[in-house]
């Protein structure tokens, strides 16, 4: 089965903080995407990367940005935590092609004060 | 951007019975993938069933199955024999064809309670 990890299951952070959000999957995919999801909003897509060291922005990148410098591992940075970055962040990733699904992790629910 | 559109914000079901969740999409496209995922209170994401707009057949996993209307943009999922463990969050998404970059858009979700 794949296995999609998210490094922390809950965070707390501060305003101003630098926040980096861990994922790390192990089937070798091509694709990995950052996600967040708020109650009535469902999930909008932050960024989401295609191979090493390539990104792409999603719907809404402002105040974030990513790493991906290994094939399995796609980090999700918030450069200056703000109070209205508090919400639940979802990692997937997915080989190539159209029909393939993604998998997702357990989620990071992150709150700052 | 897409719209993907899940005009039911909560349904209910008794368990043992049918329930159908809604969702419609909007595409120019002719050829396409969807989705639904469902998310437990555990958070975990869980594909329920997928299906390509080129297949006229509607897909069907085990209690799981989804009504395609292509022409009405129209992607509806029935849980047959609804038992406690159905009770989630379903998402719907969509995939545009020749998107090897594998993005999806998502609807707002649809919070399904199953009462014993």
């Known amino acids: 089965d794949v296995k999609v990890t998210q490094s922390s299951r809950y965070l707390v952070k501060r305003t101003g903080e630098k926040v980096f959000l861990e994922c790390v999957q192990d089937?070798?995919?091509?694709?990995m995407f950052w996600y967040r999801q708020d109650p009535g909003l469902g999930l909008r897509l932050i960024y989401f990367?295609?191979?090493?060291?390539?990104?792409e922005k999603g719907d809404i990148p402002e105040g974030y940005s990513v790493s991906r410098e290994k094939k399995e591992r796609f980090s999700l940075i918030l450069e200056s935590a703000s109070t209205n970055q508090t919400s639940m962040y979802l990692c997937?990733?997915?080989?190539?092609?159209?029909?393939?699904?993604?998998?997702f992790g357990d989620g990071t629910r992150l709150s700052i004060l | 951007a897409q719209t993907v559109t899940q005009s039911q914000p909560e349904m209910s079901v008794q368990e043992a019975e049918t329930v159908t969740l809604s969702c419609t999409y909007d595409?120019?496209?002719?050829?396409?993938?969807l989705f639904w995922y469902k998310q437990p209170p555990s958070r975990q994401m869980i594909l329920v069933i997928r299906?390509?707009?080129?297949?006229?057949q509607n897909a069907t996993e085990n209690r799981f199955s989804v009504n395609f209307q292509k022409a009405a943009k129209s992607f509806s999922l029935k849980i047959s024999d609804s038992q406690l463990g159905d009770a989630a969050m379903y998402f719907c998404?969509?995939?545009?064809?020749?998107?090897?970059?594998?993005?999806?858009?998502f609807g707002r979700g649809t919070q399904l309670t199953v009462w014993p």
């Open positions: 998404a969509y995939r545009r064809p020749g998107s090897t970059l594998g993005r999806l858009y």
């Open positions: 997937a990733s997915s080989l190539l092609g159209p029909n393939q699904p993604q998998h």
């Open positions: 089937m070798d995919h091509e694709n």
């Open positions: 990367s295609y191979d090493v060291k390539m990104k």
């Open positions: 595409t120019s496209e002719s050829d396409y993938y």
């Open positions: 299906q390509e707009a080129y297949k006229q």
